[in-house]
Every structure is written in structure tokens, then in C-alpha cells.
């Protein structure tokens, strides 16, 4: 559970890092140059540089907890990323929260507590050669839900693209645990380890596509939604996930408790520059 807090940690504060050195970056150019001009001045400062290696961080520190608790704890931990986001980005952003968002980073601590309390230790199964092939058709159908996204209306596209970067994470969540050699020829020849990459891979572009091109909070509460309820249940009904003796109805609790807060932060799946520009007055446009 330390890891995967961890792991929560640094995905949140890498958020806001990557927030200030974009902004840093967007004010040096003077808004010109386009998306490639903008990384490039990003990668030239150290917040950005700083959130990238929290992101490496944060993605080794969730493989040891996907190898050492069950699926739904970890998707649980990784959705409160959106509360460190949302605390850090009142201190370095200086966003600032209502009374209810604070409410929800108390829940989401208090829904963690609850699976902690509850968790047992992950399930011993390995997982047929059929889930396997499932998890890559699964990674493969998140690709193909991408194409088919961008032809929606904006606030459909954003849910359904959110929706399909969550389940991409959610690929990556359960063949971390598929994954169970890595030498060479065994890793070759596992469906797991080619889902693993196409998950990932597919989440990153469609949660970029949906958060470019639509609602930032339908985006991510899709992609909250994605990442934590499928991999649960696949981690309890296929891979043996259990909780401690009579303690299922507290994980259960938790679980929807601490996603319930998640989702009131959705607004911070991205950077939180809207609340700087709903925060400027007239004047402020005139100047």
C-alpha cells in the first residue's frame, strides 16, 4: 500500500510540475510556435524534467504494488492521485478550493484507509492463457474505441475517450500480474506482454486526444471510472483477489467511497489552468 500511495503521490505532483512548467513555457513563447514549440521550451525546464522522472517514479512503484496487493486497492490508490493534484495545486498553482473539494480529498483519504484496513494480500492465480489473449483483444478494442470517439460530439468524445484511456490503464493494471517471466522467450510469446504495451500506449493518446479536445472533468471521471472497476473485477473473479477475513463489505465500502472523491476532483485530471482563467475578471481582459 506504501507503493501504491507512492506511486499516487508522484503521478499528482507531476501533474502540477508539468502545469507550472507549461505555463512558464506558453508565457517565454508568447503563445506561438504550436504543441511541438511548447514541448520543446517545456523540456528545457526542470519542473517539467522533474514531473517526467516522478512519472518513471510513479509507474515502477505501481508495478510493485500490483505485485503485492490486489487490483482494486491499487486502482483505488492510483484514482486519488487526483486529490495530491488538487492539494498541490492550491499551494504551487494557487488554485483555489472550494469547501466541498475539500470534503472530497477527505473521503478519498478516508476510502484509502478503509481498503487498507480491509486489503489482504493479491491473489495467487496466474490467469489462464485465455485472459491473456482477452487483455490483448481488450487493448486492441481501446485503439479501435479511439477511432471511433473522434467522430462523436465534443462532450460524448470526451467521456467515451476517457472512458477508453481508463480501460487502457486498466489493461496495463492486470497484465502487470500476467506478466509472470521476464526472459526472453517466455516474454516473446505472452499475449500479456504485448497488451501491456498497447494498453499503455493507447491510454496515453486517447486521454491526450480527450483532454485536448473536450471536458477535462468528463475525461477523467470516464477514465477514473475505466481504470478502477473492470481490473477489479477481473483481479477478484479471475486472478483470486480476496480481503481480509469479514472484512469484504469494509473494502467494498472504501473502494466506493474513495472513488466517489476521486471523481468530485475530476476537474484535476489536467493541469488546473481553468480555474485561472475563470478567476480573471474584465479588467483583467483589458489589460
Not at 56 to 80: D, E, K, M, T
Not at 180 to 185: E, K, L, R
Amino acid at each position: 500500500m506504501v507503493c501504491a500511495l507512492g506511486a499516487a503521490v508522484c503521478f499528482g505532483t507531476a501533474t502540477v510540475l508539468q502545469a507550472v512548467a507549461a505555463r512558464a513555457a506558453a508565457d517565454a513563447g508568447g503563445g506561438s510556435g504550436g504543441d511541438a514549440a511548447l514541448l520543446l521550451r517545456a523540456l528545457r525546464q526542470w519542473r517539467y524534467l522533474a514531473g517526467l522522472a516522478l512519472d518513471g517514479l510513479g509507474f515502477l512503484l505501481q508495478i510493485v504494488a500490483l505485485r503485492s496487493l490486489p487490483i482494486y486497492a491499487v486502482g483505488a490508490a492510483l484514482a486519488s492521485s487526483l486529490a495530491v493534484t488538487a492539494v498541490a495545486a492550491a499551494r504551487l498553482l494557487r488554485v483555489r478550493l472550494s469547501g466541498t473539494e475539500w470534503a472530497a480529498v477527505g473521503v478519498v483519504c478516508a476510502g484509502l484507509a478503509m481498503l487498507g484496513l480491509a486489503s489482504g494480500a493479491e491473489g495467487h492465480e496466474d490467469g489462464s492463457a485465455a485472459l491473456r489473449w482477452v487483455m490483448l483483444g481488450a487493448a486492441l478494442a481501446v485503439l479501435a474505441l479511439g477511432a471511433v470517439a473522434g467522430r462523436l460530439p465534443e462532450r460524448g468524445r470526451a467521456l467515451l475517450l476517457g472512458l477508453g484511456a481508463g480501460c487502457g490503464f486498466g489493461v496495463v493494471e492486470v497484465t502487470v500480474r500476467l506478466v509472470d517471466s521476464v526472459s526472453p522467450a517466455r516474454l516473446f510469446a505472452n499475449p500479456a506482454a504485448y497488451a501491456l504495451v498497447l494498453g499503455g500506449g493507447a491510454a496515453f493518446l486517447l486521454l491526450t486526444s480527450a483532454l485536448q479536445r473536450g471536458s477535462v472533468t468528463t475525461a477523467t471521471a470516464g477514465m477514473v471510472l475505466g481504470e478502477t472497476l473492470g481490473p477489479a473485477a477481473v483481479g477478484v473473479v479471475w486472478l483470486g483477489d480476496r480481503t481480509r477475513d469479514g472484512l469484504a463489505w469494509l473494502a467494498v465500502l472504501g473502494f466506493a467511497v474513495a472513488i466517489a472523491g476521486a471523481l468530485a476532483l475530476a476537474r484535476f485530471g489536467e493541469a488546473p489552468a481553468e480555474e485561472t482563467a475563470a478567476a480573471r475578471t474584465p479588467a483583467d481582459d483589458a489589460r
